[in-house]
């Protein structure tokens, strides 16, 4: 027979110092061990693989100061609650709970899948696990808390249990790697670490799988052949290729990871984490995010070629996909229509600012050309004005000219790249379409971006208002007074009107005001939104008096007038 240990058992934590990822947990019945403040029951719950069971071992060992070689079978018992569910299992269990230990203090009782009991199971635990014997203890395990009956929570100290992070999964896989005398790469390590979901038995059965694969060398490459995971210099020459507007490219290496055999969600599911971290990297906080600097440094040179907007975008569309994915047969296909729906998108604004670079040049060469034709007529104009002035009327020499360019226009078309006469109707459409380019260009502008600071949005919406005032435009005034407004999603600005009369008041100066924020808050692409409150929109119906009592108020010279006409109220 083999000796042979499947690493996840082999490297089982054996005390609460070898236990990963759950300082805080361990730390906690360390000190209830010292205090000598045992729980009579625990309910240990989190995901799969996080050390659930070993700290419960570790806990019902120390309570009862035995070492790691004794014999634990006559002081913990392990049931599996997936299998033993029924009424009568448990009956059996509060009849043996009954008996006190033969060795040590404590009988631990250890419950697996413990939501997995029976609705009439639970209830006939109920009481025991309220008032148990003086020596049992009870630690229950799950990993789906809320399927269990609230009763039995009230009744157990409860310790949640963590993911536990790639970094220490990944630091956990290189130390067992050195002594085993596994050759390998960090990256490699990383990919199973992040494959594992927060588990570290899973971490441990995957490295046993890659080892056995790589015969003790373990490679990024194959590492990633056998996970069906991609690294992230792929997904780098993806968005790449994205970016650059490579459809056919894009395309043809997606069905070449398709033929190897990747999941088309996983590869979904990856091109969306990619982004994410396009996203994260341009935070001055992505140090702590992505602790890889390979990575970063990676990521970093990509997110300067895609804007915020762009990146939400995209993540926005693979997401759909992902919920569709379930709903449609050909899932190649599926994933096929999405990167052209994201080079659609890549298209119309990713390279907006290279397209209008190369067309600004093209268009001021148009112009220059076209004004180089225009200044040398004129100057030619003048020059023959000039030469005939003496000898003739400018008026003759006005008819001769214009006599001369209609045979011109007549017999010999004139070419605009040739010689274009300053009088012609020529000349008129040139000058009016350098305009129309010049306006264009000025269009192209870089736009500026920065962020809006609500306390800054306040103050120059505030002067707007009082601009307004001494205009003499108090009901504009008094309206944008009644609230302040609030930055909603970075650039779209919100402002609070109370009635729909009050929001289509406000639209007669929505675009002016719109232009004043533009330049005073240094952001183009803010827009300007009024909402209608909703809690404050209510219709007060006011009587004779009040209303008479509002308008006294308002003008106290109507107390007067009231008791000039002899009007009552």
């Known amino acids: 027979m083999s000796d042979y240990i499947v690493s996840s058992l082999k490297y089982r934590p054996s005390s609460f110092e070898s236990v990963i990822g759950q300082k805080q947990i361990t730390k906690t019945l360390e000190n209830s061990i010292k205090e000598k403040k045992i729980p009579s029951a625990i309910l240990f719950c989190g995901p799969r693989g996080v050390g659930k069971t070993s700290c419960a071992r570790i806990f019902a060992r120390e309570i009862n100061n035995f070492d790691y070689s004794d014999d634990l079978s006559f002081n913990i018992f392990e049931l599996d609650a997936a299998s033993n569910n029924k009424v009568e299992d448990i009956r059996d269990l509060i009849d043996k709970v009954r008996i006190p230990p033969q060795s040590g203090k404590y009988k631990v009782y250890i419950i697996d899948e413990v939501h997995m009991l029976s609705k ?116 780098v020459e993806i968005v790449d290729k994205i970016i650059n507007g490579l459809l056919a490219e894009v395309i043809e290496v997606f069905n070449e990871l398709s033929n190897k055999g990747f999941d088309e969600k996983e590869f979904l599911i990856g091109l969306a984490n990619h982004y994410r971290n396009l996203l994260i990297v341009k935070s001055s906080i992505s140090e702590r995010l992505i602790t890889d600097k390979s990575s970063r440094v990676l990521l970093s040179k990509q997110s300067e070629k895609i804007s915020k907007n762009d990146i939400i975008d995209i993540i926005i569309k693979i997401e759909y996909t992902i919920f569709k994915y379930s709903e449609i047969e050909n899932k190649k296909l599926l994933v096929e229509i999405l990167l052209m729906k994201i080079l659609s998108k890549e298209g119309d604004g990713l390279h907006t600012e290279n397209r209008t670079t190369e067309k600004k040049k093209i268009d001021l060469k148009k112009i220059e050309k076209r004004t180089d034709l225009i200044q040398n007529e ?11 002035v003496t000898s003739k009327s400018v008026t003759e020499k006005s008819d001769k000219l214009t006599s001369k360019n209609q045979n011109n226009i007549n017999n010999n078309p004139i070419k605009i790249d040739n010689e274009v006469s300053a009088f012609s109707l020529s000349s008129l459409k040139i000058k009016k379409e350098a305009t129309n380019d010049i306006k264009k260009i000025e269009d192209y502008k870089e736009k500026k971006e920065e962020y809006i600071e609500t306390k800054n949005l306040i103050k120059k919406w505030n002067l707007y208002a009082k601009e307004l005032e001494k205009k003499g435009k108090d009901n504009f005034s008094s309206l944008l ?16 009107v109370p009635t729909k009369s009050s929001k289509k008041e406000l639209f007669e100066i929505k675009d002016d005001l719109t232009s004043f924020l533009k330049l005073n808050l240094k952001n183009d692409f803010l827009e300007l939104k009024f909402e209608i409150n909703n809690e404050a929109h209510k219709e007060y119906f006011l009587t004779p008096k009040e209303k008479y009592e509002k308008l006294k108020e308002i003008n106290p010279v109507i107390e007067n007038l009231k008791n000039d006409l002899k009007l009552d109220f």
Do not use: M, W
């Open 120 to 235: 009439n199971a639970e209830n006939a635990f109920l009481k025991t696990l309220e008032e148990p014997p003086p020596h049992i203890v009870f630690i229950l395990a799950t990993t789906e808390k809320n399927k269990i009956l609230p009763t039995i929570l009230s009744r157990c100290q409860i310790y949640d249990f963590n993911r536990i992070s790639e970094n220490e999964i990944a630091k956990n896989l290189k130390h067992i790697c050195v002594k085993e005398g596994v050759k390998f790469e960090d990256q490699a390590l990383r990919i199973i670490a992040k494959k594992s979901d927060g588990s570290l038995r899973d971490s441990l059965t995957i490295l046993d799988r890659v080892v056995n694969f790589t015969n003790k060398s373990i490679s990024l490459k194959e590492t990633s052949s056998i996970l069906n995971i991609l690294d992230n210099e792929t997904y």
């Open 378 to 388: 004129n100057k030619r104009t003048n020059a023959f004005v000039n030469d005939n």
């Open 481 to 496: 007074t009644l609230n302040k407004p609030r930055v909603s999603e970075e650039t779209n600005i919100i402002y609070n």
